[in-house]
């Protein structure tokens, strides 16, 4: 949002026309305005045509802005954007140096940005310097860098870092950072220059032509003008007895019914209603608190509902609406809390934005690009075209499109998987903030796992049924304390996963590490009523922790527990401290750097018995010899590191 509002703070520079008027030019840079050789100028400016009228230059700076008109404007900004440009045949003079600088319309100045003219810097921006070499402009240091001099002749690239101003008159020796600020002041002081704050940020056109949305409440009367709809007359609904063409165009337009009215000023029965509608945003930026009180008729929103139920607690959404509708919603917020409708300047307290699927992209070089099953894997690991048998390309992986193709269908994985392994796989394939790399083998393995955990609770249900949960280790020894631990610690790493931190992939891992558990002592358990106990206490839990990623199969599970109703409205399990709490703790010994030993001792031990501890052991004694000891250090009860 910073970017895309684009504050930026400088300084408005006025450059005097060679032949009369002058050109004023935003510049965050002013430490490097002696350095400005040439002037650049967006094709759209209004001064391009202007400046060639005869000159001779008319033809080509008209061709050249005519063929920029038709370019991709989302591009320009882009690193391999095609720096190029037109001499108009005018100049104008360097307000400090004096120096004639010629002017280029140039491709990748911006009309929406500043004044939509640029001084060029060759020597300190790279696009001005890849325009100068393209175009032989004359490249001026200003900014030299400690301990270094930079031959304007020899450079291969602009130099962007900070340093000490030279070819800068009076501003010799200065820091370029200082200099910003006292050029600033300079062109104040002489009236060539003024400090400003630009914005990237421009007005919000929100007139759509097409049916969808809010009708914009304007009636056009030939005696008023443009007047609004009256207040007792709103909300304007849209009318349903509509029939859409084929031509895309809003029926609004042409449906008599809705478009004649009558004047809310004069009562002229012969008006016109405004047929566009507005932009989807005007009502997605604020429909969440009207959703506090939905049925409310006494204004947009009520006061004491809002005041309970908002800000939101946590907003999640693509990249794209981290930008755009966030930035709206929190303006129409700042909007009502103006107009005392609401309390808080923000609307919403955390921000998530989820990462995108992404696949590889696969191209026939008969049929282009291709979808997943339109292509046949050998043994060899080639790829074909099922189409035309040629070598399909494998591309890089990139976000799914259904242009490129790289898509797979989630209907088709469902009847295969179930969608409970779909989900998992996603959940687990990477955290939601980054992007998925999609994995068919992925795919699989999540398959297999739900599959694991269901043999598990069969192979069990019979044992533990009639048998009441035992979460206590107090009394238990060797491998079911071992469970009753572990299960403890899962249920707490999953709790703290999902609780505000969105960390499923670790949680659903702290799962799968419980099953592994479970599967790993399962020859050693027998079938009495403690045994029984404890694995039904491990059984519930994975099944309960499971619930959030796959409700389908946790539900079936469930069921095989002997309970009824769904795991979503079961209580969430809870962990105990004192079951998690270690009973011994492992210490590695090194000496003199190496690890010499390894041993247990009491969880709650203290630094110098573990000190002592170490020093009394065997191998430790064996391997010192009599040498004496020079120092011991113990780290967080871990480790011990001996120096002799």
Not at 10 to 39: C, H, P, Q, Y
Not at 43 to 53: G, K, N, Q, R
Not at 480 to 493: G, N, R
Request: hydrophobic content about 35%; charged content about 25%.
């Amino acid at each position: 949002q910073k970017n895309w509002i684009g504050k930026s703070s400088g300084v408005e520079i006025r450059f005097l026309l060679e032949k009369g008027g002058s050109i004023t030019v935003f510049t965050t840079r002013a430490d490097t305005l002696f350095g400005a050789t040439f002037m650049s100028l967006a094709p759209e400016h209004p001064l391009v045509t202007e400046l060639s009228a005869g000159t001779g230059k008319e033809a080509h700076v008209r061709s050249f802005v005519e063929r920029m008109r038709r370019r991709n404007k989302s591009s320009i900004q882009s690193d391999d954007y095609v720096k190029e440009g037109v001499f108009t045949g005018a100049y104008c003079i360097n307000p400090v140096t004096g120096w004639k600088m010629p002017i280029f319309a140039a491709s990748f100045a911006l009309a929406a940005y500043g004044t939509g003219a640029v001084m060029a810097v060759p020597a300190h921006d790279q696009r001005d310097f890849e325009f100068a070499v393209k175009y032989g402009l004359k490249r001026v240091v200003v900014i030299q860098p400690a301990n270094e001099t930079i031959d304007p002749g020899s450079m291969t690239e602009a130099y962007t870092g900070d340093g000490v101003l030279m070819n800068s008159q009076m501003f010799d020796g200065m820091e370029n950072i200082k200099a910003q600020g006292a050029i600033a002041d300079y062109l104040e002081k002489e009236g060539k220059g003024r400090k400003t704050v630009n914005y990237r940020l421009r007005d919000w056109g929100i007139s759509r032509q097409r049916y969808w949305g809010a009708p914009i409440p304007v009636v056009y009367c030939k005696d008023c003008g443009v007047v609004p709809v009256r207040e007792e007359d709103l909300p304007v609904i849209l009318p349903e007895d509509v029939e859409f063409g084929e031509d895309g165009k809003s029926p609004l337009v042409s449906l008599e019914s809705f478009t004649k009215t009558s004047c809310p000023v004069c009562g002229n029965p012969d008006c016109k209603r405004e047929t566009d509608t507005m932009d989807t945003f005007v009502e997605s930026s604020w429909y969440f608190e009207r959703y506090c009180s939905p049925r409310y008729e006494n204004g947009m929103l009520d006061p004491e509902c809002v005041k309970y139920w908002m800000p939101v607690d946590q907003y999640i959404g693509g990249i794209e609406h981290a930008i755009l509708h966030l930035l709206y919603a929190r303006y129409f917020t700042r909007v009502l809390r103006e107009l005392g409708l609401v309390e808080y300047p923000e609307p919403f307290d955390r921000l998530l934005t989820q990462g995108m699927v992404c696949k590889e992209t696969l191209r026939c070089p008969e049929h282009g690009f291709v979808f997943p099953d339109q292509v046949l894997s050998g043994a060899d690991e080639t790829r074909t075209c099922r189409l035309c048998g040629e070598k399909v390309v494998c591309g890089r992986i990139e976000k799914m499109s259904k242009s490129k193709k790289n898509v797979v269908d989630p209907a088709l994985l469902i009847r295969k998987y179930g969608a409970d392994t779909l989900r998992l796989f996603c959940l687990f394939a990477a955290p939601p903030e980054r992007d998925l790399d999609w994995s068919d083998q992925g795919v699989e393995g999540a398959y297999r796992f739900l599959n694991r955990v269901w043999r598990l609770v069969r192979d069990y249900a019979d044992a533990v049924a009639g048998t009441a949960p035992l979460d206590d280790k107090e009394n238990l020894t060797g491998d079911l304390q071992s469970v009753c631990k572990k299960t403890h610690e899962t249920i707490k790493k999953v709790t703290r996963d999902i609780d505000g931190r969105f960390h499923f992939n670790t949680a659903i891992s702290s799962i799968m590490e419980l099953v592994n558990t479970l599967y790993g002592v399962r020859e050693n358990f027998g079938s009495d009523a403690v045994t029984c106990s404890v694995i039904r206490f491990a059984l519930e839990s994975v099944v309960l922790l499971l619930g959030p990623f796959v409700p389908h199969i946790a539900d079936e599970l469930w069921e095989k527990l002997g309970h009824k109703g769904s795991v979503l409205t079961v209580k969430w399990p809870e962990y105990r401290e004192d079951a998690i709490r270690e009973e011994d703790r492992l210490v590695v010994v090194q000496v003199n750097g190496k690890v010499r030993s390894r041993f247990t001792i009491a969880a709650d031990a203290g630094d110098e018995q573990i000190e002592s501890a170490a020093l009394s052991n065997e191998r430790i004694i064996s391997y010192l010899g009599g040498r004496p000891v020079k120092k011991v250090i113990v780290v967080k009860k871990k480790l011990v590191n001996i120096v002799a």
